[in-house]
């Protein structure tokens, strides 16, 4: 015979115990402890009830109807007379399952007749000539301080890659303008592209930020003799970089820096943590980037 001992009044025997003693049940087998209970249940048609739930019918109902009215709000936001637990348990119950919203550019159909004209454009370019492109790309707080700082502060972040790897990042300390933009690029960029591309040629890449669409920036980059890469506003989802940020931001999803210098400190040795095949396999990507922007007719894509 086979026996279960299951200690405690309110223990649950498990889908693969139950069948067991099911099949044991039929075949006349004796069973012991908890068994014949489960047994019993089950000929009496008996089921098994919890605590009543707090919630009626009516409020299941008006709990459907703000999510569906209201799908980017979130579980604090809707709760009200039900606790927190109890409205996410019965939004689950429903089928609903909570995710953070992506969020994608606003783009008029001006914007999304550019987009579609610059895909068109270089939907013939290779992802070998993609890789002479050097990716640009800022970004902002990208992870937070711990709660106990009483003024959280933000970091502005300039980086660069290449299919060959990434640049040193370059921390800002003030609003990126015109003439902050042109140091960065003639202290970090040039030396990034001497350090990915050597004396190849490489095309550079950036958006049409007002301190990177500037007159004296566009010369700046005419005194150096570098190509500038036409882009269409508003395409963070045609730009591997942005990628390369979210990766980072995942990486450091439970840093706790307590300042601002140690933030820059774990944003710096997650950035070194990134792989030159990393950055390869997101230039790659661009071919199929610009393929959704033409399916997608200038619209945001998945990307």
């Known amino acids: ?26 075949e006349g087998k004796t069973q012991k402890s908890s068994v014949p209970k489960h047994i019993n249940r089950k000929a009496k048609g008996r089921k098994r009830y919890g605590r009543k739930k707090c919630t009626s019918n009516r409020d299941n109902r008006t709990l459907e109807r703000i ?46 007749q550019k987009r579609l004209a610059w895909a068109k454009d270089k939907k013939d370019w290779t992802a070998a000539e993609w890789t002479k492109v050097m990716k640009r790309g800022e970004a902002q707080n990208p992870c937070c301080l711990r709660s106990s700082v009483k003024f959280p502060q933000s970091v502005m972040v300039w980086g660069a890659m290449s299919s060959a790897g990434v640049a040193p990042l370059c921390f800002l300390r003030s609003k990126v303008n015109a003439a902050v933009y042109q140091d960065v690029l003639e202290h970090f960029m040039l030396p990034a592209a001497d350090q990915l591309y050597g004396d190849a040629d490489f095309i550079f890449q950036q958006d049409l930020a007002p301190a990177h669409s500037a007159k004296a920036t566009s010369t700046w980059f005419k005194d150096h003799g570098i190509p500038v890469l036409n882009w269409p506003a508003n395409s963070p989802d045609l730009n591997p970089i942005e990628n390369l940020w979210g990766i980072v931001k995942r990486k450091m999803r439970y840093a706790r820096p307590n300042n601002a210098e140690e933030l820059k400190a774990t944003i710096r040795a997650t950035w070194a943590l990134i792989t030159p095949e990393q950055c390869h396999r997101l230039i790659d990507s661009t071919p199929r980037r610009i393929a959704a922007v033409i399916q997608a007719k200038g619209a945001p894509t998945k990307y």
Not at 5 to 26: E, S, W, Y
């Open 67 to 112: 999510v569906k009215q209201k799908p980017f709000k979130n579980v604090g936001e809707i709760h009200k007379d039900a606790s927190r637990t109890t409205t996410h348990r019965r939004m689950q119950d429903m089928g609903f399952s909570c995710r953070i919203p992506c969020v994608k550019p606003l783009l008029n159909n001006r914007r999304r």
């Open 1 to 26: 015979s086979v026996g279960y001992t299951i200690m405690g009044k309110t223990a649950d025997l498990t889908v693969v115990q139950r069948t067991t003693i099911d099949t044991l049940h039929k």
